[in-house]
């Protein structure tokens, strides 16, 4: 389990094409931990997950980064073709 803080975000909620059941994120310290799960598909150079990791580690400490981060993760998401549940 990443250990970060707890800056909050709107959240969001992903599903992974292997299993119906939705996992919702509510905090930067979530999303760069379902970043760095076994779940999440991994390609090589994949820019997007690259960007959504280093927005996430970025803004653990400043709440003023913490949207751009969930703007990156839900791009990620979508880009490694999981269903995202959110307005954004």
Request: hydrophobic fraction near 40%; proline fraction near 3%; include cysteine.
């Amino acid at each position: 389990m990443f250990m970060g803080s707890p800056v909050p975000i709107r959240k969001v909620a992903v599903s992974f094409l292997d299993n119906d059941e939705r996992q919702t994120v509510r905090s930067v310290a979530e999303m760069t931990e379902l970043l760095l799960s076994s779940r999440w598909p991994k390609r090589a150079n994949d820019a997007l997950w690259k960007e959504a990791l280093s927005c996430c580690l970025r803004s653990q400490q400043d709440h003023k980064k913490a949207k751009r981060a969930r703007r990156a993760f839900v791009k990620a998401a979508r880009g490694a073709n999981i269903v995202v549940y959110s307005k954004h």
